[in-house]
């Protein structure tokens, strides 16, 4: 069992919708990292946070610690965004290794 | 032009044959590492490095073997190939010092296959 769960595996929605991928972590943690891979295969980072909730443009993280539970929002979903979302946690112990999820693969249909 | 940059971007090569595959970057940062993917499995960290005389194993790192030959450049060998190594390689970099907040930067990606 991964230590990093994420969910839903696949996600379809249509333009527009407002989009939530979860992520949950057995292990204590330093930070959690959110990522955005694209079809091309490219990976680019997108946040990460250690508390509370951050924002860019139309997308948001939030992290709750207690419950070992983070979550990306997407508003207003576009075309564009669909991409697999990839969530990681960095331990607070041997913290150079990060153990990532599976990915959630997203679709937004015009 | 990117800050990671790997090549190859796609090889496609045959058991036995020893591969390379380079990541240089522009970004000034000290940290390197080199992470596999495999359908339906995370990111699995082969080997990392802080400059060029710390170097580090990762989770997966048998069959596998890198060098950082400058602060810019590290590269992921696979001295004898086998078909199960058939994966996406992806280079990452972190910081610098005591400016490193975690934050990766990924490059594109190599599509490697073994037959």
């Known amino acids: 069992k991964n230590e990093v769960e994420q969910s839903p595996q696949n996600l379809t929605a249509q333009e527009g919708e407002f989009i939530t991928i979860n992520c949950s972590y057995s292990v204590g943690i330093s930070a959690l990292h959110w990522l955005q891979q694209h079809p091309g295969g490219g990976i680019v980072s997108l946040f990460m946070?250690?508390?509370g909730k951050k924002k860019h443009g139309r997308l948001i993280a939030t992290i709750n610690i207690q419950e070992k539970h983070s979550s990306l929002h997407i508003t207003a979903s576009h075309p564009r965004d669909s991409a697999v979302y990839i969530c990681?946690?960095?331990?607070?112990?041997?913290?150079?290794?990060?153990?990532f999820g599976t990915g959630t693969r997203l679709t937004i249909i015009p | 032009d990117a800050d990671v940059t790997q090549t190859p971007r796609n090889r496609i090569t045959k058991t036995g044959k020893r591969i390379m595959l380079e990541c240089s970057q522009t970004k000034g940062h000290d940290r390197m590492y080199w992470y596999r993917q495999d359908p339906g499995l995370g990111l699995r960290l082969i080997y990392y490095?802080?400059?060029?005389?710390?170097?580090n194993k990762g989770e997966i790192s048998d069959g596998y073997s890198v060098s950082r030959q400058a602060q810019a450049k590290f590269s992921l060998s696979l001295e004898s190939a086998i078909p199960n190594q058939t994966a996406l390689y992806f280079c990452?970099?972190?910081?610098?010092?005591?400016?490193?907040?975690?934050?990766?930067?990924f490059g594109e990606g190599s599509r490697l296959t073994v037959l």
């Open positions: 990452a970099t972190g910081g610098v010092g005591e400016t490193y907040t975690g934050e990766l930067f």
């Open positions: 490095s802080f400059d060029v005389k710390d170097i």
């Open positions: 946070l250690s508390s």
């Open positions: 990681a946690a960095r331990p607070n112990f041997g913290n150079e290794k990060l153990t």
